[in-house]
């Protein structure tokens, strides 16, 4: 059973525009969310992080958003640039537990 | 920096045999976790451990095993490997508390091909 949801496993985004990748999850236990990196040939990096008593959180081009009542949250790119292409990992987790549950991916590929 | 590093990017063996998969970290973090991706199903989560000796399961632990005999070696054993654990694993280690709860940091993967 899926616990964190990416629908989308790719995107494609000109660049200089805005990305947004999507994520939704199920368990209402989770009160901590964050997005990973992960390009070719390399382990994820963590990129953001959001706690459930926010509803955004910002760091440069980066953007997450949370929408709790709805179990979801997205991530905006803005700008984007070549170097953003790659894969993009939702995760979740129960503060504490230091158990991450990761999304499916999505696939982000910006065209110059 | 924090490193990971597993010991093999590349491995090929045959169906039976016994594999052993290597991570260490040079940041003593106390977690330290595998991970295998696959596909359509992003990382799921084999096995973790809080502390040396210490291992408890993640979602899919069926047909691994772990050891954690000192705080910077975490293996990952397959007694015997069955092709449908072909796939890349990933090995991460992370410190509790740190002010990026659930920060993760990753090695470069051992991608293990089962014939």
């Known amino acids: 059973d899926q616990q964190v949801k990416q629908n989308s496993p790719s995107l494609s985004v000109q660049e200089g525009r805005i990305s947004i990748l999507n994520c939704d999850y199920t368990n209402s236990m989770f009160d901590y969310f964050l997005w990973y990196k992960k390009y070719p040939a390399e382990g994820p990096t963590f990129l953001i992080s959001i706690s459930s008593i926010k509803d955004k959180n910002e760091d440069g081009r980066f953007t997450v958003f949370l929408n709790k009542s709805a179990k979801h949250l997205s991530l905006h790119i803005v700008p984007s640039q070549p170097g953003d292409s790659a894969v993009y990992f939702c995760?979740?987790?129960?503060?504490?537990?230091?158990?991450?549950?990761f999304g499916q991916g999505t696939r982000l590929t910006i065209n110059p | 920096d924090v490193k990971v590093t597993q010991s093999s990017r590349y491995l090929v063996k045959r169906t039976g045999e016994k594999v052993f998969l290597e991570c260490v970290q040079d940041?003593?973090?106390?977690?330290m976790f595998w991970y295998r991706q696959d596909p359509g199903l992003g990382l799921r989560l084999i096995y973790f451990?809080?502390?040396?000796?210490?291992?408890e399961k993640g979602d899919i632990p069926e047909g691994y095993s772990v050891s954690r005999e000192k705080k910077e070696r975490f293996s990952l054993i397959l007694e015997s490997a069955s092709t449908n654990q072909t796939s890349m694993y990933l090995c991460?280690?992370?410190?509790?508390?740190?002010?990026?709860?659930?920060?993760?940091?990753f090695g470069e993967g051992s991608r293990l091909t089962v014939l």
């Open positions: 940041m003593d973090h106390e977690n």
């Open positions: 995760a979740a987790m129960i503060q504490g537990a230091q158990k991450l549950v």
């Open positions: 451990s809080y502390d040396v000796k210490m291992k």
């Open positions: 991460a280690s992370s410190y509790p508390g740190t002010v990026h709860d659930g920060e993760l940091f």
